[in-house]
């Protein structure tokens, strides 16, 4: 049963520093061209948005009054304004084939969004172009943006034959085993952090010291110093013997409870996993089964409820964080493949801020 709660607009993510805010989860609904607007004060899908077939990665500025969804066919990034919930307008400029999931800048000016041909675009948000190209190994797919926005970490994954079938730069095609990090103000390359497999999804502590990540082969998730540039330690899921005996792959990564904990998925074995993050290694707390294919999770932004989405069964499911247990689930229309996601705290009232 959905319990309703007030949220705080302080917390996991980047929020609006006063004033009244809406809590809000816009889902990418993959199978459609619509990203679904849910309301987390009633756990209700309330809207559904236009945004280009295929909407994939969802970014939004420290403001939260504007979000960009970048669509994989055609190759667009759309803006709304989450005041509103009103499309502003769609940006046809060269993203590449199939833009992924990227990440802005906190002050709003520059989305650094991945492609499928195998680098990341930096799109100056006011002056509504492209304005530099970063190179990486594997495919553009993931990005994590460093709470303060001085660095932006670039997760390539890394792709087989179909994904190497894309249209690239000319520039060349190899196995990443590694996360880029780049300097967020001067748009370069500042160094590398070696992961030993194909990056993930990742996510960032509040305080920017750790990024959690996912990679292939591993079943659980890698801890990273951001500041050494190096893996200190790594989480690895309980299972069952049947379970071992099923191959399966980690995909989805949220930092919960003010930082103490990281929850992460097991597709294949449609599980959601939570970990106690202030312990080294991390220790496993809870276990949950989930829907089918579990793929992206998100946090409340006082980090209290965790949100899991279930693509192959069309769910998204709430899980309150300190009971460690399911409080309410929502039904897409079947087919529609609810993938990625963003919690935003829209402001109620409009904010100066820079687009």
Known sequence: VWLASTFSSTA???????????????????????????????????????????????????????????????????????????VIKTFDVGFGVEPQNGAITPDGRFLYQPSYAGYWQVFDTQKETIVEYIHTLGIG????????????????????????????????????????????????????????????????????????????????????????????????????????????????????????????NDVVHNLTFAFDVTVDPPRQIARFPVGRQPYWIMTSKDGKTVYVNCPSSDELIAFDVDAKQEKGRIQFPKGSRPTRMLTVAAPVVPMRTSR
């Open 12 to 86: 996991q993510t980047p929020a609006p520093v006063s004033g009244t805010t809406q809590e809000k989860l816009y889902v990418s609904l993959e199978s459609t061209d619509t990203v679904g607007v849910v309301d987390l004060k009633t756990f209700k899908h309330v809207k559904t948005l236009k945004v280009g077939n295929h909407p994939h990665g969802q970014a939004s500025p420290a403001s939260q009054d504007k979000l960009y969804v970048a669509a994989e066919i055609g190759g667009t990034v759309t803006l709304i304004d989450t005041i509103k919930d009103e």
């Open 141 to 264: 797919h993931n990005t994590v943006m460093a709470p303060d926005g001085r660095f932006a970490y670039l997760l390539p994954i890394a792709g087989g034959p179909g994904h190497f079938a894309r249209p690239s730069l000319g520039l060349p095609r190899t196995q990443p085993k590694e996360v880029t990090v780049v300097d967020a103000r001067m748009h370069k390359v500042a160094g590398t952090i070696p992961v030993g497999a194909g990056p993930r999804p990742g996510t960032i502590s509040p305080d920017g010291r750790r990024l959690y990540m996912n990679v292939d082969d591993l079943m659980g998730f890698l801890v990273i110093d951001t500041a050494a540039r190096k893996v200190i330690s790594k989480a690895t899921y309980t299972l069952t013997p049947d379970e071992q005996a099923v191959r399966s792959r980690s995909h989805g990564i949220a930092v919960a409870n003010n930082g103490r904990e990281v929850w992460s």
